[in-house]
């Protein structure tokens, strides 16, 4: 699986935008980016999955440049419950997903 | 339609006794994964099972661990032996199938502690 890069953390405050970024160059054409988080040590919670269109849900919405070398995780209206590890995962569409370090996200009011 | 459930959802073993975690897949999902997480530390594969067989188990520990998903019940994630070492939270996950545009599903964990 192709590996990812994302900031270690950042703050973003509650009611604007959060734009979360994640590199990943060495990505083949056949991996999806698959975004997840994890609420305070609950269970990792789906947020959202593309190959090279950007694709939007209730959720959140991800961009992915035209080469696929990178993306961002955009969550349009940040609340204090988005406080979380954001995890940015490349890998084949079904195929296990193999956690990074992710990057900690704190909303502040 | 109900998530992946896993039970229980906190396990007390003392040293030396066996663990056993149940997840059961949502409906229509025939493929389960299981994860740990130490500690203070993230998530790390341990073994892909589809119903009846083992997929992938290059995370699995070379022993006391074991895990299968029978054709019918939950997936199990059996611990022998434990040690304090194993202390963690266990997480599974399910997905509907391999191949194609499907995402996994992740359950609340199961909270082991070794005393």
């Known amino acids: 699986d192709a590996k990812t890069t994302q900031p270690t953390s950042m703050d973003c405050a509650e009611g604007r935008a959060a734009n979360l970024p994640c590199n990943h160059s060495t990505i083949s054409g056949n991996e999806y980016v698959y975004w997840y988080r994890q609420i305070h040590s609950q269970g990792p919670q789906y947020i959202i999955h593309g190959l090279k269109n950007n694709e939007t849900n209730e959720m959140a919405s991800l961009i992915i440049t035209e080469d696929r070398k990178s993306s961002t995780l955009i969550l349009p209206h940040a609340t204090l419950r988005d406080t979380a590890v954001y995890y940015c995962?490349?890998?084949?569409?079904?195929?296990?997903?193999?956690f990074g370090g992710g990057t900690r996200v704190l909303v502040k009011p | 339609n109900a998530g992946v459930m896993q039970n229980p959802r906190h396990l007390v073993r003392r040293r030396g006794q066996e663990a056993r975690l149940r997840c059961s897949p949502m409906k229509g999902h025939s493929h389960v994964y299981w994860y740990r997480q130490l500690p203070e530390e993230g998530l790390k594969f341990m073994v892909y099972l589809q119903k009846e067989n083992i997929i992938d188990e290059s995370g699995m520990p070379k022993e006391r661990f074991s895990a299968e998903f029978p054709k019918e019940g939950p997936s199990i994630l059996r611990i022998q032996q434990v040690v304090r070492g194993d202390s963690a939270a266990y997480f599974c996950?399910?997905?509907?199938?391999?191949?194609?545009?499907?995402?996994?599903?992740f359950g609340q964990g199961t909270r082991l502690t070794v005393v």
């Open positions: 995962i490349v890998t084949p569409a079904g195929n296990k997903l193999t």
């Open positions: 996950a399910s997905s509907p199938s391999r191949g194609g545009n499907t995402e996994a599903f």
